[in-house]
């Protein structure tokens, strides 16, 4: 049940030594690699940086599932308030380990796991339509924040908790509103202590977009039925492998490398990430988040200021073949394109034979759909090393918790590599920040009157 990463059509051999990589390129980067080894050693040691711990916390999925199940007795739909790293983990589990018609089934045909909400948007129509589609008085709201205090999260929890208020009353409310956060600090840890919330911890050294391995992630995908402890044991196992390679044969390091060069020596900055599974779209969404938040930052060298960072893309196959194909095909030869490939679905589906006389329909009866869905992505990734386009295929044996927790854990360490090799910090997003503040000063919030002085003052557009 290993995912493995097939990087041949990465390679000079198949799409030429102008767009292709060559072993020794690779191969040069060992040192390199073998800094950045040493240093994640390091974080590992100092306990700096938390997500390499995820996997193990098997104590806390025990707590969560125990949790879920004293909720699930009565509870039908839960609620996610969250935004960024806060949200797109959860929706992602869930689009890929739950029935693709999840929320539309009764409970019986569930088996009595909630459904899920995601708010991950403000849009005022979004957010009531969301309000108006849950059994309120069957629904848990999972309010998650690290930081406790991001504006557009915290203003739902407002919003939502003077509904339950006003439905339930005071005394109900509070066992409906299950808050995500950190441990000791902020906003919302402040409502845990004072007014009694039930609550779940982000370790603060776990940075939001890392963090779908935590609470974060595993409890609303506890709630739908997911299991998480599988989930967990599959990023074990991805971390052990990685572990226990050598830097060639590193799985993640291998794919950072190979990003890297495309990035700096190829010039294609776009990664495009192609999922052959509609229910890997959300992990595909996650992954842009991932890329587009860790890798994109600025550093100052020999007194100019350098910007990188790849341009993460989501297509999925094979909807996006009908739209941005072609534009891969022969559009800028900009782009890298990572397939996610999976080799044995739950359901094949034959295709019927019908219409001897027309081959044009014939042709098909017999296969699978299966087979159509593998089909088109051979065609797919052939054709575009025919045409020069170079690209990688990560395939996973099954979608089940065991194969998405190994994807998780490889696309995060994959990042923070990436990001070493770019001499960028991934773990940091002054970007986003800089937006919380202003808005916080636009909202009226005391301390951030200066952030919103700098936009009045700023030239009418
Ligand atoms: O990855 C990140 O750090 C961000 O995307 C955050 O998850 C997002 O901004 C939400 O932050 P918070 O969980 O503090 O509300």
């Known amino acids: 049940m290993a995912i493995t990463l097939d990087h041949n059509f990465s390679m000079a051999e198949f799409v030429g030594p102008e767009n292709g990589l060559q072993e020794k390129d690779l191969e040069n980067l060992t040192p390199r690699l073998e800094e950045i080894d040493q240093q994640i050693k390091t974080w590992r040691q100092e306990g ?45 589990l869930h689009q890929a380990l739950c029935h693709p018609s999840h929320n539309l089934f009764p409970p019986a045909r569930r088996s009595y796991h909630s459904r899920l909400f995601v708010a991950d948007n403000i849009d005022p129509d979004y957010l009531y339509g969301i309000l108006d589609a849950v059994e309120l008085r069957r629904t848990v709201v999972n309010v998650i924040s690290k930081s406790g205090s991001t504006a557009e999260t915290i203003a739902q929890f407002l919003f939502v908790y003077s509904l339950l208020k006003g439905r339930l009353g005071a005394d109900k409310v509070r066992d409906r509103i299950v808050l995500t956060t950190d441990p000791e600090k902020g906003m919302l840890r402040h409502l845990v202590q004072n007014e009694g919330f039930p609550s779940l911890s982000v370790p603060p050294n776990v940075g939001g977009r890392f963090s779908v391995l935590a ?39 291998r794919l950072a490398a190979c990003y890297y060069l495309f990035l700096s020596q190829k010039a294609r900055p776009i990664q495009v990430i192609m999922p052959y599974a509609a229910g890997l779209t959300g992990i595909a969404d996650w992954f842009c988040q991932l890329w587009g938040e860790s890798l994109g930052k600025k550093y100052a060298l020999d007194g100019s200021i350098v910007h990188v960072g790849p341009t993460p893309v989501r297509a ?8 941005q194909l072609q534009l891969y095909m022969e559009g800028p030869p900009d782009k890298i394109i990572t397939f996610l490939e999976v080799d044995k679905f739950q359901h094949t589906l034959a295709i019927p034979r019908l219409y001897p006389e027309m081959e044009g329909m014939h042709y098909l009866g017999g296969h699978s759909f299966a087979e159509l869905l593998q089909a088109e992505k051979k065609a797919t990734a052939f054709n575009l090393i025919k045409a020069g386009r170079p690209n990688l295929t990560l395939h996973l044996p099954e979608i089940n918790p065991f194969t998405l927790g190994q994807l998780i854990y490889l696309f995060e360490v994959t990042v923070v590599v990436l990001g070493r090799l770019l001499n960028i910090n991934p773990f940091d997003q002054p970007g986003v920040e800089g ?5 916080y000063g636009l909202m009226g919030r005391q301390g951030f009157e200066s952030q919103r002085q700098e936009v009045e003052n700023a030239p009418p557009v």
């Not at 711990?53 to 509870?75: G, H, R, S, V």
């Not at 989930?231 to 799985?251: K, P, T, V, Y």
């Open 215 to 253: 609470a974060v992630g595993l409890f609303p995908a506890a709630m739908v039925g997911v299991d998480i402890e599988e989930l967990l044991e599959g990023a074990r196992f991805m971390d052990q492998r990685l572990r226990s390679a050598s830097i060639s044969q590193n799985l993640a390091y």
């Open 316 to 323: 999925v196959g094979v909807t996006d073949q009908h739209s």
């Open 435 to 439: 937006g919380k503040q202003t808005t």
């Open 48 to 92: 700096t940086i938390g997500f390499f711990d995820l996997p193990y916390q098997e104590e806390t999925a025990k707590k969560i599932n125990k949790l879920a199940k004293k909720l699930k007795e009565w509870c039908w739909d839960l609620l996610v308030l969250g935004i960024g790293g806060s949200a797109l983990g959860a929706k992602a």
